[in-house]
């Protein structure tokens, strides 16, 4: 009889124990699924920040990256305008520019438009003054350097063209040489009034400012074309039908440079 019970209280504990595992295992399994879930829905969220963060910097480098900062243009034309409102001068405009040149160029000087420390020009001045006074305007090492020569150098002959696009090739290349950040401008030769424009030697101009463009490309110089500048206005010639009044330069010539060559 005792056999009996105690085969029975062993069955019943042999059935037991595999059921309150199986329960704790039920019981372990739905609470790994709640972790899961809980799990699953926290990623979720910090990807929905994640990804929503993302975007935002997305956004903002693309903002950065299509953001347009005041352009030389505007700037420009702000100048213009204070320029013709008289809250600023071109001595401060141009400030850390120098021209050197003939005596298109002494007009600047003579008509105190500008300061005259920054301008070397000389009457009747070939390409020989500027080799003889570019290393003076070296030192300044100015951001900004006009060139304005040719009228005196003009020749009837091909081989007179060549050898002036030589010199001012030769000045030039040891202007970026010592100063290589240096803008160096090149303007063209001015045309004369259209009494003395017949003349052979001044009919020259043309080729001659053709040559000095194609040299500036080659050269990596900036060429200042006032083809355009004379084509719009007819300028009160000095007598000799060459010389040019204060008001071109003032109201027209020094606003072109600064327009078209964006000097700012």
């Known amino acids: 009889m005792k056999k009996t019970v105690i085969m029975l209280i062993v069955c019943a504990l042999l059935i037991s124990y595999p059921l309150s595992n199986f329960s704790a295992l039920i019981k372990e399994n739905h609470t790994a699924q709640a972790d899961t879930g809980e799990g699953v829905s926290y990623i979720e969220k910090m990807a929905l920040i994640d990804v929503s963060e993302a975007e935002k910097s997305v956004k903002t480098a693309e903002e950065i990256r299509n953001y347009i900062p005041e352009s030389k243009s505007e700037r420009v034309a702000e100048i213009l305008y204070k320029l013709d409102k008289g809250k600023t001068t071109y001595k401060k405009v141009l400030k850390d520019v120098y021209f050197m ?13 500008l300061n005259d420390k920054k301008i070397y020009s000389q009457i009747s001045a070939s390409l020989y003054h500027l080799e003889d006074n570019y290393k003076k305007v070296i030192k300044k090492e100015p951001e900004v350097i006009v060139l304005h020569y040719g009228l005196n ?12 696009v030589k010199m001012y090739s030769k000045c030039i290349k040891k202007i970026k040489k010592k100063l290589p950040d240096t803008r160096i ?29 194609k040299m500036c490309k080659d050269l990596g110089a900036e060429y200042l074309n006032n ?8 300028y009160c010639y000095g007598r000799d039908g060459i010389h040019l009044p204060e008001y071109f330069y003032r109201d027209y010539w020094l606003r072109y440079l600064i327009e078209e060559m964006e000097i700012v």
Do not use: C, H, Q
């Open 101 to 113: 040149g003939d005596s298109l160029i002494n007009g600047l000087e003579s008509f105190g438009i």
């Open 185 to 213: 401008i090149v303007s063209s030769i001015f045309p004369v009034d259209r009494k003395i424009a017949k003349d052979k030697l001044f009919g020259r101009i043309k080729v001659y400012n053709k040559a000095m463009k």
């Open 227 to 234: 083809g355009p500048l004379f084509k719009e206005i007819d």
């Open 153 to 164: 150098a003009l020749g009837y002959t091909d081989e007179a063209l060549d050898g002036y």
